[in-house]
């Protein structure tokens, strides 16, 4: 009996510890914005072909590869740093792989594209977003034309959603109270089997 209410004991105050450090953490932890933009790709001068049947599967093929192009722009450094400069912003680059994972962009079919991203303040957030925008669709425009000098895909941002993101303290006692309480169990277990094989050699 006296070992399970020290085994009880030592779960409290795990689970206390856990809830100081989760309320504290999300006391420290600095707001952050997050930011999503959605990208259409539009083909709008078709090349003439023979095979007219298959016309409207040639252009998915080719939005889709176009799609990937744009995708692989969020990989490449240089084009992340003319956003910023073209932003105005400081991008603050302390290694390249961490540069690039600022922005995350999914292409979830052939014609859509979403781009996610978080900044430490509304106004970085909405400066980022509009710069993304211009210098993807104009880059875009640029880079799809056919020898008559005409775009073969229009690309179109829409209007960024921009939300808040903040541990709340209360949220953060939470969290650490359940990782106290996990914690408390894994030791106790850990403790109840030490002092069993203990018995057993003994």
């Known amino acids: 009996m006296r070992q399970f209410v020290r085994y009880i004991k030592w779960g409290v105050i795990l689970a206390l510890i856990g809830a100081v450090t989760g309320g504290l953490i999300a006391t420290c932890t600095p707001v952050k914005y997050e930011s999503s933009l959605s990208f259409t790709v539009n083909?709008?001068?078709k090349q003439a072909t023979t095979a007219y049947q298959y016309d409207g599967y040639y252009a998915i093929q080719a939005s889709d590869l176009f799609s990937e192009t744009i995708v692989s722009w969020f990989q490449?450094?240089?084009?992340?740093?003319?956003?910023y400069n073209r932003a105005g912003l400081d991008p603050k680059i302390n290694s390249i792989d961490s540069f690039t994972a600022r922005f995350k962009m999914k292409k979830y079919s052939a014609q859509n594209l979403v781009l996610e991203f978080t900044a430490p303040d509304r106004e970085q957030a909405e400066k980022l977003s509009e710069a993304i925008i211009t210098h993807v669709e104009e880059r875009s425009g640029a880079l799809n034309q056919n020898a008559d000098l005409k775009a073969l895909f229009e690309v179109k941002g829409s209007t960024p959603v921009i939300v808040k993101k903040q541990t709340?303290?209360?949220?953060?006692?939470?969290?650490?109270?359940?990782?106290?309480i996990a914690a408390g169990i894994f030791v106790i277990a850990l403790f109840s089997a030490?002092?069993?094989?203990?018995?057993e050699n003994s």
């Open 43 to 45: 083909q709008i001068n």
């Open 168 to 180: 709340t303290t209360v949220m953060g006692i939470l969290y650490g109270l359940v990782g106290g």
């Open 194 to 199: 030490f002092r069993k094989l203990e018995t």
């Open 76 to 83: 490449t450094p240089s084009f992340l740093l003319e956003v």
